[in-house]
């Protein structure tokens, strides 16, 4: 399949979670031109924030794959990843991202995933969700673990 045959598809899954009371978001992540895995946005239906689209597709890619590392495949998502889809995008480390809409396409119809890149650039003291360290050497114990262990998986 051609990247616009594959983006399609992440719109057809768009559009079929709209009609299953999911939002409007569908990705499709493929290898070679082949359709790996697909997800829709299931954050409703689901009870789960993290279902998004590209999150779900993701996780199906690394479960039927049976690796973290999606190195070699391509992500095309009907919308500019939000921040945290984003990120597992880079975790997962896929290749490229194609997408339709962009994130103020998204704003526009309610999603403000805008705010969440604008909050990511203030220091943690000045964002609206407080933070606070709590327990650093306490919780630096595991770290301590992991760079002292010598058959850690590095990801």
Not at 4 to 11: I, P, T, Y
Not at 51 to 63: F, L, P
Not at 83 to 104: N, Q, S, T, V
């Amino acid at each position: 399949m051609d990247k616009k045959e594959l983006m399609r598809r992440a719109v057809a899954l768009a559009e079929e979670s709209v009609a299953k009371g999911g939002g409007p978001f569908g990705a499709v992540i493929a290898r070679g031109g082949e359709i790996v895995a697909e997800g829709a946005n299931c954050v409703v239906p689901h009870h789960d924030p993290t279902a998004h689209a590209e999150v779900s597709a993701i996780r199906e890619a690394a479960r039927r794959l049976g690796t973290h590392d999606l190195s070699g495949c391509e992500i095309y998502t009907s919308c500019e990843p939000c921040p945290m889809c984003l990120g597992a995008i880079y975790w997962a480390h896929l290749d490229k991202i194609y997408y339709g809409c962009d994130r103020k396409d998204a704003a526009a119809i309610g999603f403000d995933d805008d705010f969440i890149y604008r909050e990511l650039q203030l220091a943690p003291s000045d964002r609206q969700k407080p933070s606070e360290i709590v327990l650093a050497d306490e919780a630096a114990r595991a770290f301590r673990l992991w760079s002292d262990k010598p058959d850690r998986k590095e990801y």
